[in-house]
């Protein structure tokens, strides 16, 4: 009998992932297992048409990965149905006409995410692939006639969506109705435009869908025009997808922004010009690269991290049914030409 505290140690290990790890240890080419790190898995084969019954990860390549031409057809990295292709701050593209998907007759098939900047390029996706855009990231789709194959995609405002050989209105015969935004159906000018590539295709982004309400006033700055403050994109916490946008500001003028679950009314606190339209715990949105300078046309913006929401104890996370108030402190100069700060109007957000 093995002593106790190594069976305990036994049990207790960790169960190793049995996910396969890309490394491009030797080339670009997706379908040479020396670029896999495949320690974790029992996969030992990366062949075209060949099924990979493990996830799939593809994290910050920095070089293409690359769908190689493999001749005979146009084969596909295949996966198993249940299973995921994470492509994250990467770019998967094909050499040639090969795509990714599952087995032909999967009623299951697979999930590609594609995040942080990241941007998957095949020639086609086949067999109940399930497309997940997060707002920085891009698809684009090399193939004619029916590039998607029973594939849905899933944009979030910021992902473009590209076809190369599908111009708007075959895109609009053929492929709408497998395009979501954040979820709800895909309508074009309602929450997305189709337009032309100037060649042969057509791309598709998100129409900027407000969010949140304006309360409090501000007061006229410098530029005669009181600073107003958006929200764009989703109210909903599990898309982490809104971004602040202020204008009206002075151009050049030094700006972050603020948050509270308090609302509350301060003239001109600490010598300001403007309102504070907040109360409570107030937190900044002061760490690095968000402290920002207002442009020519007077504008700062920031995509938020609904998980880092500042606070004076230190960073929370949004819930659903939370109540968040958002405003813009800026530099500014009373008619005097003496340097003090000013505010936006409010922005009061309720998440979903």
């Known amino acids: 009998m093995q002593p106790l505290p190594l069976v305990l140690a036994l049990a207790c290990a960790p169960v190793a992932s049995p996910d396969i790890l890309w490394t491009g240890a030797v080339s670009g080419d997706m379908f040479d297992e020396a670029n896999w790190d495949l320690s974790q898995s029992s996969v030992t084969v990366i062949d075209p048409n060949v099924t990979i019954d493990d996830n799939v990860i593809i994290r910050d390549a920095p070089a293409d ?51 942080n900047g990241a941007s998957l390029e095949p020639y086609f ?46 895109f609009l015969n053929e492929h709408l109705s497998s395009v979501t935004v954040s979820g709800v159906p895909a309508a074009p ?14 791309l598709v982004t998100v129409i900027p869908q407000t969010v949140g309400t304006s309360y409090c006033t501000a007061n006229p700055n410098s530029t005669g025009a009181a600073a107003v403050l958006i929200g764009v994109g989703s109210g909903a916490v ?64 920031l995509l938020l991290d609904l998980n880092q929401i500042p606070s004076p104890t230190g960073f929370v996370s949004a819930g659903a049914g939370e109540t968040w108030n958002f405003q813009t402190w800026f530099r500014d100069s009373n008619p005097q030409g003496q340097a003090v700060s000013n505010f936006s109007a409010g922005l009061e957000v309720t998440f979903q």
Request: charged share 15%.
């Open 238 to 301: 599990a898309d982490n997808n809104l971004t602040l946008d202020c204008v009206s500001m002075p151009a050049g003028s030094f700006a972050f922004f603020l948050t509270s679950q308090t609302q509350g009314f301060a003239t001109n606190p600490g010598g300001s010009d403007g309102n504070l339209c907040l109360g409570g715990a107030i937190g900044r949105y002061v760490g690095p690269g968000q402290i920002q300078q207002a442009g020519a046309a007077g504008e700062v913006s």
């Open 65 to 115: 990965v690359i769908l190689t031409e493999t001749g005979g057809g146009q084969l596909r990295f295949q996966v198993e149905e249940g299973r995921s292709v994470i492509i994250d701050n990467s770019r998967v593209v094909a050499a040639g006409n090969d795509g990714i998907g599952c087995f032909q007759g999967t009623q299951i098939g697979i999930t590609i995410e594609v995040n």
């Open 189 to 202: 000018g309602g929450n997305v435009t189709i337009v032309s590539d100037g060649m042969s295709g057509s």
């Open 125 to 170: 996706v086949v067999n109940r692939v399930r497309i997940k855009l997060d707002s920085t990231s891009t698809a684009i789709f090399g193939g004619p006639g029916d590039p998607l194959n029973i594939a849905t995609v899933d944009m979030n405002y910021g992902s473009v969506l590209g076809f190369l050989e599908e111009d708007p209105t075959e």
